[in-house]
């Protein structure tokens, strides 16, 4: 393979890339503004997955599990036996923004339900006692600093962009896949006519 191909190749893979990244997150803030517009109560999850950008340093720190500001998390749906101390976990409390801070023990309340004792790895005192009913998930993983390119892509510019970068790089990929093969039929035209003049000058 020349390098030219490969180049070829490698723009368009990371075309292709480009495009189904910002297709992804379109798709998510689309289904998050929509879902927290109709259950402005209710944590709007997809397929059980609640993406949040981190706005505190409240987890930050070199502890497995560690959360930094303006990370892009990931939290789960989980039950509720199914969490031990050390386990990081998203709450809400009504009216309030949600909290992703890990678990340091459980308590068992009156009624038999239980009760987690959080804190933030950064603070030095815990939060109040939180409810099995107040439990969005469980935190499973992190992508760095991608929370607040999130954050822009839900505002007017950011939404604008959102919706205006993968039209431009699609229509882009398809310009450049109808010139490509647009080229190669007129070099097998040009090709074709040659083979055939030189068969009638052999016929001569």
């Known amino acids: 393979m020349d ?7 490698t723009f368009f893979s990371i075309w292709i890339f480009l495009i189904a990244f910002f297709g992804f997150l379109l798709v998510c803030n689309i289904v998050v503004l929509i879902k927290s517009t109709v259950n402005p109560d209710s944590p709007p999850k997809i397929f059980g997955m609640l993406p949040m950008a981190v706005k505190s340093g409240s987890m930050s720190g070199d502890r497995e599990g560690h959360i930094e500001m303006d990370d892009l998390i990931f939290v789960f749906n989980v039950k509720t036996d199914a969490l031990g101390e050390g386990d990081v976990i998203a709450y809400q409390r009504q009216g309030e923004p949600i909290v992703t801070h890990r ?14 004792i959080t804190k933030g790895d950064a603070n030095n005192v815990c939060d109040d006692p939180v409810d099995e009913s107040e439990l969005v998930g469980i935190y499973k993983g992190r992508i760095p600093k991608l929370g607040r390119a999130v ?6 510019l950011g939404i604008v962009l959102g919706v205006g970068v993968p039209i431009l790089l699609f229509c882009g990929f398809e310009f450049l896949f109808c010139r490509r093969k647009k080229n190669a039929e007129t070099s097998d035209e040009k090709a074709e006519k040659t083979e055939n003049i030189g068969a009638k000058r052999f016929e001569k």
């Open 3 to 9: 390098k030219k191909k490969l180049l070829r190749r």
């Open 103 to 116: 678990i340091v023990s459980i308590e068992q309340g009156e009624d038999g339900a239980s009760k987690f």
């Open 151 to 156: 954050l822009f892509l839900q505002t007017p």
